[in-house]
């Protein structure tokens, strides 16, 4: 791993190195000698990494103050993410990798599953949504509206954008935070008219401490989004 004097005091690396494994005398010149000497960089390698790993795990940024965060989250209108999805609804689920573009008040939202198969390709603009699935395109007035229709039950994507990266709406009630100001949990009516509960159980250990998943249920839907990485553009 590149820079490790950089990464590792020699008391580190010495606690990383007590770890390997105490070798045996054997004959010069034997089999398992040189086996040993063929897998030894092998071995410290990998000790080394999965030191590196258990320090980096350490390392967390402090969240920024709770209104200073929320006024960095409002301006975060460019952004894009991938994430694992599961949506469980009445007589169906979905399940696969979410990519999420947003260009500040329309979005581009690909789902593809976990073999890389596209499921659908969602695009709104300022003329309205266009859905893309089984190589038919459908549009309508709104992405809710058009998701309604293709698939018969609702999520609450219009509102998608803030309920993303941890905000609310005008439509939104119940708030709850945790001791750092961060959103846990809110009641969320969509544009369907229909009452979901978003949660927040874990964040990114960065400054905007942004979601890392997020959960929505409704009286029949529930919605799993595990976020893998989020991109600012």
């Known amino acids: 791993m590149p820079f490790i004097s950089k990464m590792f005091s020699k008391r580190m690396l010495s606690k990383c190195l007590s770890g390997l494994p105490k070798w045996q005398s054997v004959k010069k010149g034997s089999d398992v000698t040189q086996s040993t000497k063929r897998w030894l960089p092998v071995l410290v390698a990998l000790f080394l990494s999965g030191c590196a790993s258990w320090q980096q795990a350490q390392v967390a940024?402090?969240?920024?103050?709770?209104?200073?965060?929320?006024?960095?989250?409002?301006?975060?209108?460019?952004?894009?993410?991938?994430?694992?999805?599961g949506v469980k609804a009445p007589g169906d689920s979905v399940s696969g990798s979410l990519n999420w573009v947003q260009q500040d008040e329309f979005y581009t939202a690909d789902l593809n599953n976990f073999i890389g198969i596209n499921i659908f390709k969602l695009q709104t603009t300022a003329e309205g949504a266009l859905v893309q699935v089984s190589g038919e395109s459908h549009q309508a007035a709104s992405a809710a509206a058009l998701l309604d229709y293709l698939s018969g039950w609702s999520l609450p994507i219009e509102e998608m954008p803030l309920w993303l990266k941890g905000m609310t709406g005008a439509s939104s009630s119940d708030l709850r935070f945790d001791p750092m100001g961060?959103?846990?949990?809110?009641?969320?009516?969509?544009?369907?008219?229909?009452?979901?509960?978003?949660?927040?159980?874990?964040?990114?250990?960065?400054?905007?401490?942004?979601?890392?998943?997020?959960?929505?249920?409704?009286?029949?839907?529930?919605?799993?989004?595990?976020?893998?990485?989020?991109?600012?553009?």
Do not use: C, G, H
Not at 72 to 82: G, H, S
Not at 214 to 219: A, F, G, N, P, V
């Open 61 to 85: 940024e402090i969240p920024l103050p709770a209104k200073e965060r929320q006024q960095q989250l409002a301006t975060l209108t460019q952004f894009e993410l991938t994430a694992s999805l």
């Open 182 to 233: 961060r959103l846990t949990s809110f009641s969320l009516l969509d544009s369907q008219n229909r009452r979901w509960q978003v949660s927040y159980p874990k964040f990114f250990p960065d400054r905007l401490s942004l979601p890392q998943l997020i959960i929505l249920e409704s009286s029949d839907t529930r919605l799993k989004l595990a976020i893998r990485q989020w991109k600012m553009l």
